[in-house]
């Protein structure tokens, strides 16, 4: 059974910093591509990141440069590191892991909230 667990999140000002995390279990880890989502109060989730490998990442055009997502397969964990943080990137984030032979996703974990505020 695949579990998703997110950490990391919390408040930060407008131009901070905060590194996420998520550790996977119950996966074959490097047979996945590891995404990153964020859902914001009353707006549909959105792909921000995703990666298969170092060499083969992809970003939403509202996060390229600021935000870096990178992966462990050692750890099965994949990290989201967010700089330059603005208010609109608040919402809750959360991880996926899409399988690369199906591209069937897993169940969602239970998220981690970020807040961007003075």
């Known amino acids: 059974q695949v579990q998703l667990v997110e950490s990391g999140g919390g408040l930060v000002q407008p131009g901070g910093s905060l590194r996420l995390s998520c550790a996977a279990s119950g996966i074959i880890f490097s047979n996945y591509r590891m995404e990153w989502y964020r859902q914001a109060p009353g707006k549909p989730r959105e792909l921000v990141a995703s990666?298969?490998?170092?060499?083969?990442?992809n970003y939403a055009d509202s996060v390229k440069g600021r935000f870096t997502i990178s992966r462990d397969n050692a750890k099965n964990t994949v990290y989201l590191q967010m700089n330059s943080l603005e208010p609109d990137d608040t919402a809750v984030y959360y991880c996926?892991?899409?399988?690369?032979?199906?591209?069937?996703?897993?169940?969602w974990g239970q998220g981690t909230q970020v807040t961007v505020s003075s």
């Open positions: 996926n892991a899409r399988s690369l032979v199906t591209w069937d996703t897993a169940r």
């Open positions: 990666i298969i490998s170092v060499d083969n990442t």
